[in-house]
């Protein structure tokens, strides 16, 4: 950080008198914090890091005190860092400002197979932290275990079932499932079912895979009661809001049996509760029937949701949740995002798969395409509809997608006839670096994503600069309003 970078975010923090995601303050005055650790851990387990001001007394009105004195500071930084396990390797800065000392420690975020970063005094289970807003909070045993799951490649959709019997399961869906792998692959074609079974994990040290049972059991509840997904309809647009005569939900519907089974009947449960309306094509003057959402979209969800949930011990005992609101509907799956993919590259890059045989054995049995292209299809449903694009979050161990009956609009970019132009300004509603612009429009040269989508943006001010007298700092961020 340049001390004219330090200047500037000090006033920022003047401006706008708040810590943030990426942004926590210290006073530092008598001495160096003692506890820097929980920041130290959130801040180096997430992808962007962030920055520590020493200096800064919150509690009194964000008064620029400066800190006892920086060459002690920095020292002690240091040692604290050193405690973390990875050891943190800080970026530090020390400003003079009015007579007064500042010093800002950047936070680098660590690699993902590097997770999580902790307090080598309190142990991984209990010193491991993640960054809610301004708050550093302990990571959940899951959120802990997600990261291990990842760098060791667990795979618990083959975790084997030893409650359940091969003779329990469907033997004809069996068979039919070990022709269609024959077919086109005369290195299967010369082995016995049960060999196949075993190659493919269908069993596993000839006990039946937890694959096996959510595709061929006739009821996987029988060993994972939760494994199931619960259906709601709520009278209004928040939980807790009843209707005209007190009811808290409009139906209500615990959805169980296989995945194939359970997706037929959540689509079944969504096309009961949704409106229809008749509506005339504008193109072929035809009639038409039209739900409140499109099909094509809710079925991907579902089927996302049943392909792509975690089916670890830490989440069995956790339904998929359908909550069907006045104004939206919500498809909930326990187990946030996986692997290295970001939220807002879903749907363009290809991303880690978290049950790679269960996805395989659902795309021979005809009930996914296993090729990415759920999101996409999603989106492109939605608009086709002229609703309002669907939202995805990420929150804490669970994956959210939010459909809204909410009509697209596109009013507030009436000149912006280019549709990666639109697309641009709406994703820096957020603040963006160079190399998350140019990973968004699918380019290889940053430089060239620059100058060809966002400099024009900019001097038409749809996109404005973070530092706008240093528009080539290696810190900027484009961002629209």
Do not use: W
Not at 176 to 200: C, F, H, R, T
Not at 385 to 394: I, R
Not at 424 to 436: G, H, N, S, Y
């Amino acid at each position: 950080m340049t001390n004219e970078e330090f200047i500037n975010k000090l006033n920022e923090i003047q401006k706008l008198k708040c810590e943030s995601q990426i942004l926590e303050l210290k006073k530092a005055g008598q001495g160096c914090p003692k506890r820097l650790y929980d920041t130290l851990s959130s801040f180096s387990n997430q992808d962007e890091g962030g920055i520590i001001i020493f200096g800064i007394d919150e509690e009194h009105h964000y008064e620029e005190t400066g800190v006892y004195d920086a060459q002690d500071l920095q020292k002690k930084i240091n040692e604290q860092c050193l405690e973390m396990e990875p050891a943190v390797r800080p970026l530090l800065t020390v400003l003079e400002k009015d007579g007064k000392s500042f010093v800002a420690a950047e936070i680098p975020g660590i690699d993902l197979s590097e997770r999580p970063c902790y307090y080598k005094g309190r142990g991984r289970l209990k010193g491991s932290c993640v960054r809610i807003g301004d708050s550093d909070e302990p990571m959940t045993d899951y959120e802990i275990y997600s990261y291990e799951a990842y760098r060791k490649k667990y795979q618990d959709d083959i975790r084997e079932v030893k409650r359940a019997s091969f003779s329990t399961l469907n033997q004809e869906a069996l068979s039919e499932y070990a022709e269609k792998l024959k077919k086109g692959k005369p290195n299967l074609s010369v082995l016995s079912d049960a060999q196949i079974y075993e190659l493919m994990s269908i069993t596993r040290n000839e006990n039946v895979t937890l694959s096996a049972v959510m595709a061929f059991s006739p009821y996987p509840q029988a060993y994972f009661p939760q494994l199931c997904i619960t259906a709601v309809v709520i009278p209004g647009t928040e939980m807790g809001e009843t209707g005209l005569s007190g009811e808290r939900f409009s139906d209500n519907e615990r959805i169980e049996g296989n995945i194939p089974q359970m997706l037929d009947s959540a689509l079944s449960f969504i096309r009961k509760n949704m409106k229809n309306m008749t509506i005339v094509n504008s193109e072929n003057g035809k009639r038409e029937d039209r739900t409140d959402y499109p099909m094509t979209a809710v079925r991907e969800a579902v089927i996302n949701a049943l392909v792509h949930r975690d089916y670890s011990i830490h989440t069995e005992g956790m339904p998929i949740q359908i909550l069907m609101f006045d104004d939206r509907m919500e498809i909930r799956n326990p187990g946030g995002i996986y692997g290295r993919i970001k939220m807002d590259q879903l749907g363009k890059v290809q991303p880690d798969t978290r049950n790679p045989v269960l996805a395989t054995l659902l795309e021979v049995l005809g009930i996914t395409e296993n090729r990415y292209s759920g999101i996409p299809t999603i989106r492109k449903a939605m608009k086709e509809y002229g609703l309002k694009e669907p939202e995805f979050q990420d929150m804490r161990g669970s994956f959210v997608v939010k459909f809204y009956k909410e009509p697209e609009t596109e009013a507030h970019l009436p000149e912006i006839q280019n549709e990666d132009m639109k697309n641009l300004i709406l994703f820096c509603k957020t603040p963006r670096t160079r190399k998350e612009i140019c990973e968004f429009l699918g380019l290889s040269s940053v430089t060239y994503a620059i100058q060809k989508y966002v400099m024009p943006l900019v001097e038409d001010g749809y996109i404005k600069l973070s530092i706008p007298d240093k528009p080539k700092s290696q810190k900027q961020l484009y961002y629209s309003e």
